[in-house]
């Protein structure tokens, strides 16, 4: 079957970091995104890993390993903006991307 | 300006009743999907397509039907026969089927009474 595994919930303080960990098991594997999505707003892109490492863009990051079936998101210098859900998502083969059902992060003072 | 629409953004109907929900991109992508959200889900694939005039089922397609008789345009239709259809709908397009990021519309949210 396929399965993507994510906290239902975090909690971090305003300048903190955290870390968002994915686990994945899919019948195939053609890379992962992971998406921001505010409450009752459409997803928005963040990253794309196809290859093992650690991806950086700014405040975020995206670390893949492809033998663990495991991912993270990490967000530096927290704002009271990144408070949304965050969506792991494995594409697969035949072209289908699957989605887990996100992590909610609340960001406080 | 380039992006995706779909409205309308709330809409209510009787139980028993067919609701067509549009989706519109000025993107120029070829792949558009439709997807459903629900609380504590992830996103669930209804239908997709790659091209016009062509497109498949997703995972959970009973229940709709979908159109793509131009490159812009992929409606989707919430027929009587699907029996949960209160939910967030969401549709997305790319610039190619799977590799590229999904860029998504602002959604709509259907309640069936």
């Known amino acids: 079957g396929q399965n993507i595994d994510q906290p239902t919930e975090m909690t971090a303080t305003e300048g903190a970091i955290v870390q968002i960990n994915c686990t994945y098991q899919?019948?195939?594997?053609?890379?992962l995104f992971w998406y921001q999505q505010h409450a009752g707003e459409a997803p928005t892109f963040l990253s794309y890993?196809?290859?093992?490492g650690l991806e950086e863009k700014g405040r975020f990051s995206s670390f893949l390993s492809r033998s663990k079936g495991y991912s993270y998101l990490l967000l530096k210098e927290l704002q009271m903006k990144d408070s949304a859900s965050y969506l792991c998502?494995?594409?697969?083969?035949?072209?289908?991307?699957?989605f887990g059902a996100g992590t909610r992060l609340f960001v406080k003072a | 300006d380039g992006g995706i629409t779909q409205s309308p953004k709330y809409l209510f109907r009787k139980e028993g009743q067919n609701v067509t929900l549009s989706c519109e991109q000025n993107?120029?992508?070829?792949?558009m999907y439709w997807y459903r959200q629900d609380p504590g889900q992830g996103l669930r694939l209804i239908y997709y397509?790659?091209?016009?005039?062509?497109?498949q089922k997703g995972d959970i397609a009973e229940g709709y039907s979908v159109s793509r008789e131009k490159k812009e345009s992929f409606p989707l239709t919430v027929t009587s026969a699907q029996k949960n259809p209160t939910a967030f709908y969401l549709c997305?397009?790319?610039?190619?089927?799977?590799?590229?990021?999904?860029?998504f519309g602002p959604g709509t949210r259907l309640t069936v009474t």
């Open positions: 397509s790659q091209i016009v005039n062509d497109f």
């Open positions: 993107l120029n992508h070829d792949a």
């Open positions: 890993n196809v290859l093992d």
């Open positions: 997305a397009s790319s610039a190619r089927q799977g590799a590229d990021e999904q860029y």
């Open positions: 998502a494995v594409e697969t083969g035949g072209f289908k991307t699957i």
């Open positions: 899919t019948s195939g594997f053609n890379g």
